[in-house]
Each structure stands twice: as structure tokens, then as C-alpha cells.
């Protein structure tokens, strides 16, 4: 049980563009989602969080506007990289946590890897 | 300082031996703390949670510290195959990860 589906697993794109990373809850209701990303060799880092129904909580020196996240359900939370660059290639991996339970772990989706030329 | 804190090591380690790390957190408000395993480029899967009387699992061994304020793991017989990230958690007020402590287990 506790599945999180995350898509796509790979992207590849041209400077400028716009990625769109879905996370999704398959056997369980998320009221939050969280958004990390993690470069070559350096520890996870929170991004953002992500709340149903209400505006994320971004993390102290992440763009807002940058990284566009909609938590439209309790299943569903997207997170958009708008006009990426070179520099936000990364790993990005999604969370969620049951929200029936509580004092439980986080259930990881299978992360994207992002790479921008 | 952070909220969470974890040696980032690594730790080499000889295969059959020993090793334990700690992870301290500084709000004591934390209510549940769970230790996680990430293998290189792949995400996080939970390893176990921590219960406040210790816990095993196996060749892992997990105990909680509430007065001072850290968590421990310790994995025994250690195989090639334990080589990863690990990482700690304690949740409770606000979502809070350790940067992850490297083991390496060498043959």
C-alpha cells in the first residue's frame, strides 16, 4: 500500500521551456504533498510544500514563481519548472503523507530527472 | 543550525562489522522519527520508523533518545548491499530531513 506514482520519470528539454511533474497518491489521500530536489552528490532538499485546496509554503530561497505547484486533489499535486535553464537540471522527487494517519512516514514517488540544454 | 543534523560520514565499513550513527533534531516538539535509505539516484524508501522504546528490525537496530534529542541506527553484519544514503526524519511541527549520512561497506 501507500503508492506515489511520479511522472515523467526523464525529461529532456531546450532551455526555456516549461516542464510540468506530476505526483500522484494511487492508494491514498495526500492533504500534503512535498516537492524536494537534490543535485549530483548533495543531500535532498525541501523545496516546497504542497497543501490541498490552499498556496503552497515555499522554502527560504525558492522561487515561487519559478516553481509553480497546484494541489488541485487529494491525489494530485503538480509542480512546474517555468522557463527552465541549464541550471535547474536536477532530480525532483515528490512525497506525500496519508492523510488518515497520522505520525506515519512519507511515501516517495520514483523521482524525475530533469535535464535542460 | 538545522533543524535536523546527520554526520554526512561517509562511513567505510568493513563487511560483517558494525556501525551506528546518530541524528540529532533540536525541536522537541518532534513526534515521529523514521529512518529512510536512498541509494544513489533514486529516491528515499522508508528503512523503519523509531519507537520511543527502541525498535529492531532484522540486522537494524533503531532507538530514540528523547532527552538528548537524537535518534540512532545501527546495522550489524553489515553486507555489501547496506552501501546507501541514509536519512532521518522527525516530523512533527514542521517536516524536517537530515542531509543524510553515507555508508560504504567494502569487502
Known amino acids: 500500500g501507500a503508492v506515489v506514482s511520479q511522472h515523467p520519470s526523464w525529461v529532456i528539454c531546450k532551455s526555456g521551456t516549461s516542464v510540468k511533474i506530476e505526483c500522484r497518491s494511487l492508494?491514498?489521500?495526500?492533504?500534503?504533498m512535498f516537492w524536494y530536489r537534490q543535485f549530483p552528490k548533495q543531500s535532498l532538499m525541501l523545496m516546497a510544500t504542497s497543501n490541498e485546496g490552499s498556496k503552497a509554503t515555499y522554502e527560504q530561497g525558492v522561487e515561487k514563481d519559478k516553481f509553480l505547484i497546484n494541489h488541485a486533489s487529494l491525489t494530485l499535486s503538480t509542480l512546474t519548472v517555468t522557463s527552465a535553464h541549464p541550471e535547474d537540471s536536477s532530480f525532483y522527487i515528490c512525497?506525500?503523507?496519508?492523510?488518515?494517519?497520522?505520525?506515519?512516514?512519507?511515501?516517495f514517488g520514483d523521482g524525475t530527472r530533469l535535464s535542460i540544454l | 543550525r538545522k533543524e535536523v543534523e546527520q554526520d554526512p560520514g561517509p562511513f567505510n565499513v568493513p563487511e560483517g562489522a558494525t556501525v551506528a550513527f546518530n541524528c540529532t533534531y533540536s525541536?522537541?516538539?518532534?513526534?515521529?522519527f523514521f529512518w529512510y535509505r536512498q541509494d544513489c539516484r533514486k529516491e528515499p524508501k522508508l528503512l523503519m520508523s523509531v519507537y520511543s522504546s527502541g525498535n529492531e528490525d532484522g540486522r537494524f537496530t533503531a532507538q530514540l533518545n528523547r532527552a538528548s534529542q537524537y535518534i540512532s541506527l545501527l546495522i550489524r553484519d553489515s553486507k555489501l548491499s547496506d552501501s546507501a544514503t541514509y536519512l532521518c526524519e522527525a516530523a512533527g511541527n514542521k517536516l524536517t530531513f537530515g542531509g543524510g549520512t553515507r555508508v560504504l561497506v567494502k569487502p
Open positions: 512525497s506525500a503523507k496519508n492523510k488518515g494517519i497520522s505520525n506515519q512516514p512519507q511515501h
Open positions: 492508494d491514498f489521500q495526500a492533504t500534503t
Open positions: 525541536n522537541s516538539a518532534s513526534q515521529s
